[in-house]
């Protein structure tokens, strides 16, 4: 997991250069910047990749609860405050945690590992997420091309070579289109004509002669009609 950008919206000096060294201390955590008021924080946030926010509440002009309410909700956001009374409304504005001044280490890390391990459920999600994605690579003009099986819309028989159609490229590899039903190993594909395999998450509409994705219209083989009917229809 990458280091997380951290910036203190602090006006109290001493608060903010307590909760610095505490940043400097913990690995992982890389500190960005510390802004006295809302608006050089809004201008900060604008230059840098901020991740996580330790926010005062007590500012000047425009207080901490009010600024959260106005910058998305990408950031996590550690309270700080002198005053426990905000509580309840932090945390229905979703806040990581609450950090009550004078702020022990202790009290400080025990926030930033609720953080740290939001972040890396999140990773494990993603990555997971990757890792179930199938895919094929494929000969294309002495190039092996990773195609992924979900971006694939339909492929087209073309004797000895098939045409594999995405949302974003178009491949040509050698193929004939039964060796490539074969290797498909998700359910969703359907062969629909001797020229043509299906994903049927692309599909749109369909009748007795044809599938339509999007705004292209391929033929439905007479022989294929019943089985293809069946699987669509569920």
């Given at each position: 997991?990458?280091?997380?950008?951290?910036?203190?919206?602090?006006?109290?000096?001493?608060?903010?250069?307590?909760?610095?060294d505490y940043i400097h201390q913990v690995p992982g955590l890389k500190l960005k910047g510390t802004c006295e008021n809302v608006f050089v924080a809004i201008e900060k946030l604008r230059c840098?990749?901020?991740?996580?926010?330790?926010?005062?509440?007590?500012?000047?002009?425009?207080?901490?609860?009010?600024?959260?309410?106005?910058?998305?909700?990408?950031?996590?956001?550690?309270?700080?405050?002198?005053?426990?009374?905000?509580?309840?409304?932090?945390?229905?504005?979703?806040?990581?945690?609450?950090?009550?001044?004078?702020?022990?280490?202790?009290?400080?890390?025990?926030?930033?590992?609720?953080?740290?391990?939001?972040?890396?459920?999140?990773?494990?999600?993603?990555?997971?997420?990757?890792?179930?994605?199938?895919?094929?690579?494929?000969?294309?003009?002495?190039?092996?091309?990773?195609?992924?099986?979900?971006?694939?819309?339909?492929?087209?028989?073309?004797?000895?070579?098939?045409?594999?159609?995405?949302?974003?490229?178009?491949?040509?590899?050698?193929?004939?289109?039964?060796?490539?039903?074969?290797?498909?190993?998700?359910?969703?594909?359907?062969?629909?004509?001797?020229?043509?395999?299906?994903?049927?998450?692309?599909?749109?509409?369909?009748?007795?002669?044809?599938?339509?994705?999007?705004?292209?219209?391929?033929?439905?083989?007479?022989?294929?009609?019943?089985?293809?009917?069946?699987?669509?229809?569920?």
């Amino acid at each position: 997991m990458q280091d997380l950008n951290c910036l203190i919206v602090e006006d109290e000096s001493l608060a903010a250069d307590v909760i610095s060294d505490y940043i400097h201390q913990v690995p992982g955590l890389k500190l960005k910047g510390t802004c006295e008021n809302v608006f050089v924080a809004i201008e900060k946030l604008r230059c840098e990749k901020i991740d996580l926010i330790f926010l005062d509440i007590n500012l000047p002009k425009i207080n901490g609860i009010n600024f959260i309410k106005t910058i998305p909700d990408k950031y996590d956001i550690v309270l700080t405050t002198a005053y426990h009374q905000y509580a309840i409304e932090g945390f229905n504005l979703n806040v990581i945690d609450y950090l009550l001044k004078p702020i022990e280490f202790s009290r400080f890390l025990q926030a930033v590992n609720k953080v740290f391990d939001k972040h890396k459920k999140v990773s494990s999600e993603v990555h997971s997420e990757i890792r179930q994605r199938v895919h094929h690579f494929f000969n294309v003009e002495k190039k092996q091309v990773k195609v992924f099986e979900d971006d694939i819309l339909y492929i087209e028989s073309l004797k000895d070579y098939v045409r594999i159609h995405t949302r974003k490229r178009i491949f040509v590899t050698k193929f004939q289109i039964g060796e490539i039903e074969k290797i498909l190993t998700q359910e969703n594909f359907i062969r629909i004509h001797k020229s043509y395999i299906v994903n049927s998450n692309s599909i749109t509409s369909f009748n007795a002669q044809e599938i339509e994705i999007d705004d292209i219209s391929l033929p439905l083989g007479r022989s294929y009609k019943v089985i293809v009917e069946r699987k669509l229809k569920g």
